[in-house]
């Protein structure tokens, strides 16, 4: 009999994994102040037949100016659940008035299927900044998402920037979509959760693939980008693998949540959310890394305990439930942040971070 293949013997594992392994407890302290929720009956489609999604949910947030610029993952039925990337512009303003839960807001469509890679929907989108340009790392549910016979690349990782478009004004180039070396690609089931970091000189992505041996790996690779620019959709081989964190014994799996904050060249505030073992339920906890060249991925602290969980209704009740999936986090001020996320993946949920308090309970869980 062929011994099956542990990927978890192929990548490299994180400096420090096994300590923050033995850290790590079942229990919540929750630190994120709830500012408002966003529903579909509230949100218009522009340049769509259809008045308002079935769901809108699990939103990366960029703050602009006065605005908040909230894209977000749609659905407008539920046959075949496939979903787009929209924009909402909300007033910072409303979201900390409380408006948020009262207005009504347009939004347009910014990323839909439309390539073999996304063709069954552009889900759970990260939106920030790297390299001086405006990036959006999302899934893509490929061309073999429903196929049953190819078990292969269900979900990749795409991204694509901001560009200036006479016509349109802002809008997404596709650029990128994330492939394993071809020796590991065959074993890829799907990867997700996923945005491209800077360290050093060096693009890196942070992503979870799934692979055959029904294992979810919470990685960080090394890229072949060089820079975010090119003007069409191409594969980018992704190598040098390291394995940061495996999920507890009350855990199912881990996945990326938010991009993180970077407070050095190569040190990282990141955010993982996990699904608990016994009822499903998501909740998010953070860790400290470095990003080395030479040992992959340092862990330097971890939060012994969640940061959040669900607790408020529309967190707890909707299409599933006990559900929060941050996807978008962008400082507002040096020692505040805002957090968007999906509530029980039917709304679009905002919170507030106070990076101090954060820093605190990492300090509890400091390894190096």
């Not at 529309?314 to 996320?341: H, M, N, Q």
């Amino acid at each position: 009999m062929v011994k099956a293949i542990s990927y978890g013997e192929v990548f490299r594992k994180a400096v420090g994994m096994e300590d923050a392994e033995k850290l790590r407890k079942f229990k919540t302290v929750d630190i994120v102040r709830r500012l408002g929720v966003l529903s579909p009956d509230r949100t218009y489609l522009n340049n769509y037949p259809i008045r308002n999604p079935t769901a809108v949910f699990n939103p990366a947030i960029v703050v602009n100016g006065e605005y908040a610029l909230v894209y977000a993952r749609i659905v407008i039925g539920y046959y075949m659940y496939v979903s787009a990337i929209v924009r909402i512009d909300v007033p910072v303003e409303d979201i900390y008035s409380g408006n948020l839960n009262l207005n009504y807001y347009a939004s347009q469509p910014v990323i839909y299927p439309s390539t073999r890679y996304d063709l069954w929907g552009a889900e759970d989108p990260r939106v920030y900044e790297v390299d001086g340009v405006t990036a959006m790392t999302y899934t893509g549910r490929t061309i073999n998402y429903f196929n049953p016979a190819i078990r292969r690349e269900r979900t990749l990782a795409i991204t694509a920037i901001k560009v200036r478009n006479e016509r349109w004004g802002n809008s997404w180039r596709k650029l990128h979509a994330y492939v394993f070396p071809r020796y590991l690609r065959e074993h890829v089931v799907s990867d997700k959760d996923a945005f491209l970091a800077k360290a050093g000189s060096r693009f890196y992505l942070f992503h979870r693939p799934h692979m055959d041996d029904e294992v979810f790996y919470l990685a960080v690779s090394s890229t072949e980008v060089k820079d975010l620019a090119g003007e069409g959709l191409r594969e980018v081989r992704i190598h040098d693998t390291t394995w940061v964190l495996r999920h507890s014994s009350f855990e199912s799996k881990l996945g990326w949540a938010t991009p993180p904050i970077k407070i050095k060249d190569r040190e990282f505030i990141t955010f993982v959310h996990a699904i608990d073992s016994e009822i499903q339920a998501y909740r998010l906890f953070s860790m400290h890394i470095e990003v080395s060249e030479k040992e992959g991925v340092i862990i330097r602290a971890v939060t012994p305990n969640y940061i959040m969980e669900p607790k408020l209704s529309y967190e707890v009740f909707g299409d599933r439930p006990y559900t929060i999936f941050p996807c978008g986090l962008w400082l507002v001020e040096k020692d505040k942040a805002l957090i968007s996320y999906g509530a029980a993946d039917f709304m679009v949920g905002i919170g507030e971070i106070d990076v101090n308090e954060l820093l605190s309970q990492l300090d509890k869980g400091r390894i190096m």
